[in-house]
């Protein structure tokens, strides 16, 4: 059973539009919420994490925004670039674990 | 890939041969992580590592084995491979934060 649930599976927006790509759970024990970017042939990169203690956070054009009590939470990307084209994961954990869950992934498409 | 490698990054081989892939570490870190990426799946954890010998077991730890016996190097055994492990995989690791850092991969193939 996947833990993390993401939507959508892939996403296709035009140069400068904000893709949002959604994941949610179930455990309320989790309490960190990270977002990995993987390109091709390449391992994950850690790209921005939150904590619930906030409803949002932003690193440059790359902005979480949590919803605590929908049990929700998702990653939008403004000014979106060709280089931002990438396959997205949404993963959870318990802050004194080291067990990742990992979402099922978006494979966005920036197109010029 | 943060000081993390990888070895090998590609391998083929048959069902019911033993396979071990190496992850090397130049970080120090304390934890180390096998995780498989599989499409529809996302990434998820086979074995992790606390400590030199300390290990446990993830998500998807039938058919697999771990082995810490330094502090750089992670091992991940394939005792018998089957065609069900085709995946590729990735080595991470941590430090005193919570944050993952990951390795390049290896793509393994079993016929």
């Known amino acids: 059973q996947q833990q993390v649930k993401q939507s959508p599976q892939s996403l296709i927006v035009q140069k400068g539009g904000i893709p949002i790509i959604n994941c949610a759970y179930e455990n309320t024990a989790f309490d960190y919420f990270p977002w990995y970017q993987q390109f091709p042939g390449k391992g994950p990169a850690l790209l921005i994490a939150i904590r619930p203690d906030v409803s949002e956070k932003k690193e440059g054009r790359f902005t979480i925004s949590f919803n605590k009590s929908a049990k929700q939470f998702s990653l939008h990307i403004m000014d979106s670039q060709p280089g931002d084209s990438a396959t997205y994961f949404c993963?959870?954990?318990?802050?004194?674990?080291?067990?990742?869950?990992f979402g099922t992934g978006t494979r966005l498409t920036v197109i010029p | 890939d943060a000081g993390i490698t990888q070895s090998p990054r590609h391998k083929v081989t048959e069902t019911g041969t033993p396979v071990t892939l190496r992850c090397h570490q130049t970080?120090?870190?304390?934890?180390m992580y096998w995780y498989r990426q599989d499409p529809g799946h996302g990434l998820r954890l086979i074995h992790y590592?606390?400590?030199?010998?300390?290990?446990d077991k993830g998500e998807v730890s039938d058919g697999y084995s771990v082995s810490r016996s330094k502090t750089e190097d992670f091992l991940l055994t394939l005792e018998s491979a089957t065609s069900s492990q085709t995946s590729v995989y990735f080595c991470a690791i941590s430090g005193q934060s919570i944050e993952q850092y990951f390795g390049p991969g290896t793509r393994l193939t079993v016929t």
């Open positions: 993963a959870a954990a318990t802050g004194g674990a080291n067990n990742l869950f």
């Open positions: 970080e120090n870190h304390r934890y």
């Open positions: 590592s606390y400590g030199v010998k300390d290990t």
